[in-house]
Antibody, heavy 117, light 110 residues
């Protein structure tokens, strides 16, 4: 069965970087785009970007361009999202999701990133 | 890229039908049929309930339906049930090759 299992919660200081992982299984890793979406406390969903694991091609939200990097390691079918220059308003749950027909059909469980001094 | 516009809240009584709108632009909702809808319960990950405007994934109730006209997409839930009380988000592909979500709508079942 399709599974996306994310790394655990992180606490970071302002200005630092965080790297969240998403281990996938149950499907052909290079056959689907993979996305990152975040949700701040009490707020809505916000798209960060996506990657084509087959080619490495990425697309990022203009809001996060230059601050976010999405990568994959196809040997271990794992997706990563690194966000730099963290601010307090980056505190959120970060989700990975698989793309099917330009929709997110399977989601990870989410990883809480807290930015606090 | 601005978020798609959804009503902050809607409500309905059990058995009734409700519709949630999702308004975008000619660069996103109006340009493609790649509009999807998600249901989210508190503390849980979102769940896909409609893709490609109106396609229901396996296991999703046929009480959920979708449509689109111009730059506005809509989610209709018929025969409202208590378990439908949740947050709902629309999402669209954008001409830049990116995605955009709506601000979300809280559905209250009275």
């Amino acid at each position: 069965q399709v599974q996306l299992v994310q790394s655990g919660a992180e606490v970071k200081e302002p200005g630092a970087s965080v790297k969240v992982s998403c281990k996938t299984s149950g499907f052909t890793f290079t056959g689907y785009y993979l996305h990152w979406v975040r949700q701040a406390p009490g707020q809505g969903l916000e798209w960060l970007g996506r990657i084509d694991p087959k080619t490495g091609d990425t697309r990022y939200s203009q809001k996060f361009q230059g601050r976010v990097t999405i990568t994959t390691d196809t040997s271990i079918t794992t997706l990563y999202m690194e966000l730099g220059r963290l601010r307090s308003d980056d505190t959120a749950i970060y989700y990975c999701a698989r793309d099917a027909k330009m929709s997110a059909d399977f989601w990870g469980q989410g990883a809480l990133v807290t930015v606090s001094s | 890229q601005s978020a798609l516009t959804q009503p902050a809240s809607v409500s309905g009584s059990p058995g009734q039908s409700i519709t949630i709108s999702c308004t975008g632009t000619s660069s996103d909702v109006g340009a493609y049929n790649y509009v999807s809808w998600y249901q989210q319960y508190p503390g849980k990950a979102p769940k896909l309930i409609l893709s490609y405007v109106s396609d229901r994934p396996s296991g999703v109730s046929n009480r959920f339906s979708g449509s689109k006209s111009g730059n506005t997409a809509s989610l209709t839930i018929s025969g409202l049930q208590a378990e439908d009380e949740a947050d709902y988000y629309c999402n669209s592909y954008v001409t830049s090759g990116t995605w955009v979500f709506g601000g979300g709508t809280r559905l209250t079942v009275l």
